[in-house]
């Protein structure tokens, strides 16, 4: 039997000073219930994370007759602002009331089940404390703001960055937290809170921590009904997106409960939004200075089963080329660590217009049917790049695009620029690739690139000299990883023999990079230090990609001191600073 379609409408709530992102989802052909649902995010790497499992509740939810909304909260996910804008607290609680008033009117529902997972648990017990709600349900909830925030500061330390200027700020897990917000989120105490709960409370807990029932106990102190059930699979939900697993047992539990707290509906939902899906946005670059963009929220290719965002600045000629941006990894349209929301914004400031978009399977754009969902290498990738090329050009009158891609978002810029040869692609950036030939079945192998840039850099720090000399240094490993580059070199220049000599019956990527440069389309390579993007490019292709240096088809910049998803926020900026010094340089304005 087959489930009830959803559809999923983007738009944006709040006024013109705060729009805030949203998603809404509603389900035809279902009996309508008497109550809407609005779902508070978690925030920072828990907020990306957790993106997959929210967006299948909101779904399930949806299907059983509760139209489900979800907003990112103002300097988080697609809405604009930063992380360090003052009173987050308070901005954040303002958001949540403003979803809950538009979800009423979406819905035609004047009931709200408020739903939180971890942090944003806590901001809807903080709502509830202040507003009254009709259903309260918190998931994996911080009771106590100050464990939350000492949390955080362990996983900072764990990363061991450098001590940043701003001493107060915690940078963690590639997110910043300024310390005005951090004494906010210390002084909440979910227990010593009131609660304005007419239907019920739900506290979905772990089933792998040794959570007390303090929490259940003072909610029914409060004379709020409340039932607790434990779900499995916390860290899996919360693991690299690449890993997550969606805990299905646990969305059932809490949509069952949400059906047993509501009722029927005798009126059918609005026949339509009249929501605003194209916001203008204050953004501020790096230099200071504030330009007024325009984001667009698009469903497109057939029937809309993929999502994007628009964005461009108001007013100008927009003569520089469209900029695409493609999943990094299965991490939804804002990147790792929000970078691709910065760079959209930041290259929109100088009259390049940008998209970033979900491929199918990832984010919003769901999956239609057989296949697995959240793969970073799809084989529909291309086609999907090729619908997004397609609309650019009906929809916003692209002219000319340059594909942008971190991790698979580099691979599926590369394979896409090497697609139909009738798309006026400029050029591709491809910041840290990790494989340029993707087949089902294949693993990553890095290993060797990984370990030989750790070992050249070691040789250039003289304690890792006095190692040696003592002793301290694994003399058989160390041989066996000079042997091993060895070998690899050896093949690489035999390669290049066959490039120069052989150039039809050449590696499989040299090959490729000539059919990209054949119709003059650069390729633009960002690599982060200790990332083996340039030693995989030049292992099969060397002798092509040196001449393309030498003629200018060819660009490559390495970013020292960052990993590979620059989760730190001054290995960002750096890269910022270079694909913007890059494509100011290749696209001069005549």
Not at 81 to 95: F, I, V, Y
């Amino acid at each position: 039997m087959s489930q009830p379609t959803v559809r999923r409408d983007a738009l944006y709530l709040g006024d013109e000073a705060h729009p805030l992102f949203a998603s809404f989802h509603t389900a035809e052909g279902v009996a309508a219930r008497d109550s809407v649902a609005v779902i508070c995010n978690p925030l920072g790497y828990e907020y990306v994370h957790s993106h997959r499992t929210l967006r299948h509740l909101a779904d399930d939810l949806a299907r059983i007759g509760v139209p489900a909304l979800r907003f990112d909260y103002d300097g988080t996910g697609d809405s604009p602002g930063t992380d360090m804008a003052p009173e987050r607290l308070t901005r954040w609680l303002q958001d949540i009331q403003t979803a809950m008033a538009v979800a009423r009117t979406l819905s035609g529902r004047s009931r709200v089940c408020l739903i939180g997972l971890r942090l944003g648990a806590t901001l809807a017990a903080l709502t509830a404390s202040r507003t009254p709600v009709d259903s309260l349900v918190l998931w994996s909830p911080c009771v106590s703001g100050r464990r939350y925030v000492r949390e955080m500061q362990a996983l900072a330390q764990a990363a061991g960055l450098p001590e940043r200027a701003d001493a107060g700020t915690l940078e963690s897990a590639g997110f910043l937290m300024s310390a005005e917000t951090q004494q906010e989120l210390k002084a909440i105490q979910v227990l010593g809170l009131p609660a304005q709960v007419s239907r019920g409370a739900l506290i979905v807990a772990r089933d792998d921590m040794n959570e007390d029932h303090h929490l259940s106990d003072h909610l029914r102190s409060l004379g709020v009904a409340t039932d607790v059930l434990t779900f499995a699979g916390y860290a899996d939900m919360m693991a690299e997106p690449q890993k997550t697993v969606v805990p299905r047992a646990a969305i059932e539990d809490i949509v069952r409960w949400v059906v047993a707290h509501t009722q029927e509906a005798t009126e059918p939902l609005p026949a339509s939004l009249h929501r605003s899906a194209e916001p203008t946005i204050q953004f501020t670059s790096a230099d200071g200075s504030e330009t007024r963009l325009t984001e667009t929220a698009c469903r497109f290719g057939e029937g809309g089963y993929l999502a994007g965002i628009h964005c461009q600045a108001q007013g100008g000629d927009h003569l520089r080329p469209t900029v695409v941006l493609f999943n990094s990894g299965v991490v939804h349209r804002i990147g790792p660590n929000r970078l691709y929301v910065d760079l959209a914004r930041s290259l929109a400031t100088l009259g390049f217009s940008t998209f970033r978009c979900d491929i199918e399977g990832i984010g919003d754009s769901v999956l239609r049917g057989e296949g697995r969902e959240n793969h970073p290498y799809p084989d529909t990738a291309d086609r999907d790049a090729a619908v997004a090329l397609r609309f650019l050009t009906e929809r916003f009158g692209a002219q000319e695009f340059v594909l942008m891609g971190l991790c698979s978002g580099a691979y599926t810029s590369f394979n896409a620029g090497l697609g139909d040869g009738a798309w006026p692609i400029a050029e591709l950036v491809l910041i840290n690739p990790l494989t340029f030939r993707w087949q089902e079945g294949d693993v990553l192998d890095t290993q060797h690139y990984r370990v030989m840039a750790h070992y050249k850099g070691t040789m250039r720090r003289l304690d890792s000299w006095k190692k040696l000399l003592r002793g301290q240094v694994n003399l058989i490993h160390l041989g066996g990883v000079v042997l091993s580059y060895l070998r690899k070199q050896l093949g690489s220049y035999g390669n290049a023999l066959a490039e120069r000599w052989f150039p039809s019956a050449g590696p499989l990527l040299s090959r490729q990079l000539r059919q990209l440069f054949s119709r003059g389309r650069r390729v633009s390579l960002f690599i982060a230090s200790g990332d083996p993007g340039w030693d995989m490019l030049t292992s099969k292709a060397r002798h092509t990609a040196s001449q393309a240096q030498k003629r200018g088809d060819l660009a490559v910049r390495f970013i020292a001191d960052a990993d590979h998803t620059f989760s730190s926020e001054d290995s960002r900026r750096r890269l910022l600073a270079g694909v913007r010094e890059h494509l100011l340089q290749r696209f001069k304005l005549r």
